[in-house]
């Protein structure tokens, strides 16, 4: 199926889900890129117009069943959008026929197979594609993307905690002990499937903290972190529900070095510069003046820290919030597409937030 030489043929399988609407809805007015597949076994045969009203006449595609090798032969590149384990049958036949793929599953994050078994109760059984997977945070791998054909986006909450605390290990401010990481979602986080906890009687007017023995995004966390410091940090990552459809809010805690100097009147106007010199040069990255709300990003795809400093407890603070679907998910994705194809990084992605 040949395609114009400047745009690029893209798929998405397991477009039903939230995140696959949401990648529809920031592909199709992507300049420079022909949508020429969608999958879906539950709405396999229906027109994609009849599932999501929102984008009619924008396509006429209609869901397609998961079929690897006709994902290979209509797209260039395609995005997984798929639950956990099921990239995996999918990525090595791509691989095999030259396909790029970005996976927003947690199937290629990990970098140790045994994180798998540990964490999602199964053995990973493609390590030679994980060996080859890039971790999909532009802010800290962006080079390494734009020559990847595999990229694993970041899972929603690994996107705003990482973000949030990487310059405090990468500068050497904060102990490696102690960290806390506590994070809080809105209710498409958990996707589109029905269940209990997340019906509107039970979600409306009511919080809730889940996985508080251990979340599935928390060694992503130590892996990404670990990276920039001498040695693995020790984290408390916990998670909460709250009634709203979109946004994390995570509120992350360090304690200072005291062999850094960074005490005084001053300490909290020197980590705002410090983090507006690391994230200078990335766009999707506001360092703010003020504590950020979640409605700030509801749509668009940036993430927004506020660090500062406890002067009474040595503690550094730190609050980042984006939208769990754009930044925590699609736009990200997109973002990784525009490096791995050539593309202007935000290309797609200069949607104000919706406000109010």
């Known amino acids: 199926m040949p395609g114009r030489p400047d745009v690029v043929r893209v798929a998405v399988a397991g477009a039903s889900g939230y995140m696959g609407a949401e990648l529809l809805r920031l592909l199709l007015v992507h300049p420079r890129v022909s949508i020429t597949g969608v999958t879906s076994d539950r709405l396999a045969g229906e027109p994609l117009a009849r599932a999501y009203p929102h984008l009619r006449g924008l396509t006429e595609l209609s869901f397609h069943d998961l079929d690897a090798e006709w994902l290979a032969e209509v797209a260039d590149l395609a995005f997984l959008a798929l639950p956990h384990m099921e990239s995996q049958r999918v990525v090595p036949v791509l691989r095999r026929r030259g396909v790029k793929a970005i996976d927003l599953s947690a199937d290629y994050r990990l970098r140790d197979p045994n994180d798998y078994v540990t964490w999602y109760k199964a053995p990973h ?25 595999l990229v694993a986006s970041p899972g929603c909450y690994p996107a705003g905690a990482v973000l949030a605390t990487a310059p405090l290990l990468k500068r050497g401010l ?69 009634p709203m459809t979109r946004g994390i809010l995570s509120s992350c805690y360090a304690r200072l070095r005291p062999d850094r100097g960074w005490d005084g009147t001053e300490a909290s106007t020197r980590v705002r510069d410090l983090y507006r010199d690391f994230y200078a ?16 990003t509801l749509g668009n795809n940036l ?43 935000g290309m797609s992605l200069e949607a104000l937030a919706v406000y109010p």
């Open 174 to 242: 904060a102990k490696l002990d102690g960290i806390v990481i506590d994070g809080k979602s809105g209710v498409s986080g958990a996707g589109r499937s029905l269940s209990l906890t997340t019906h509107f009687s039970e979600v409306n007017e009511n919080t809730m903290a889940y996985s508080v023995e251990g979340h599935r995004h928390l060694p992503e966390n130590i892996q990404e972190l670990a990276n920039l410091a001498a040695e693995a940090p020790s984290i408390t990552f916990l998670t909460h529900l709250v």
């Open 281 to 296: 040069g990335n766009p999707f990255v506001h360092v703010t003046a003020n504590p950020p709300q979640t409605k700030q």
């Open 303 to 345: 993430c927004l820290v506020y660090p500062t400093v406890d002067r009474r407890t040595g503690r550094l603070i730190v609050i980042s919030c984006l939208d769990n679907l754009v930044k925590g998910a699609a736009g990200q994705a997109v973002q990784n597409m525009n490096l791995m194809c050539g593309y202007p990084e």
């Open 125 to 149: 059984t493609d390590p030679a594609g994980l060996a080859e997977a890039v971790y999909g945070l532009p802010e800290l791998h962006r080079k390494a993307i734009a020559g990847a054909s």
